[in-house]
């Protein structure tokens, strides 16, 4: 059964950082390319940060230089950093795996992420 379960939301204060995290069971999570998205309310859900099977990474103009995306393969983990939040950073962020060539694709439940003071 194919499961990716996201943790390390909550409320933070302007400034301030989260560390998410979300966790695959059920697949090949070392071939798969990871992303993190968000859905603030209101808004269409949007692509914060990429990392593909290789390594690469790739961000959001709005995020760059404070969010990194990273993986563990060795945990089957994928992690987004995110430092200087900001109150328009607040939605709910949901990680995502990808294997385009075979079409398969899967989603988490979602992570709130609130930053106010």
């Known amino acids: 059964q194919v499961r990716l379960v996201e943790s390390g939301g909550g409320l933070v204060q302007p400034g301030g950082s989260l560390r998410l995290s979300c966790a695959a069971s059920g697949f090949t999570f070392s071939r798969y390319a990871l992303r993190w998205y968000r859905q603030a309310p209101g808004k269409e859900r949007e692509l914060v940060a990429t990392?593909?099977?290789?390594?690469?990474?790739n961000y959001a103009d709005s995020v760059k230089g404070r969010f990194t995306i990273s993986r563990d393969n060795a945990k089957n983990t994928v992690y987004l950093q995110m430092n200087s939040l900001k109150p328009e950073d607040t939605a709910v962020y949901y990680c995502n795996a990808d294997w385009a060539d075979l079409k398969l694709n899967y989603w988490g439940q979602g992570t709130q992420v609130t930053v106010s003071s």
């Open positions: 990392i593909t099977s290789a390594g690469s990474t």
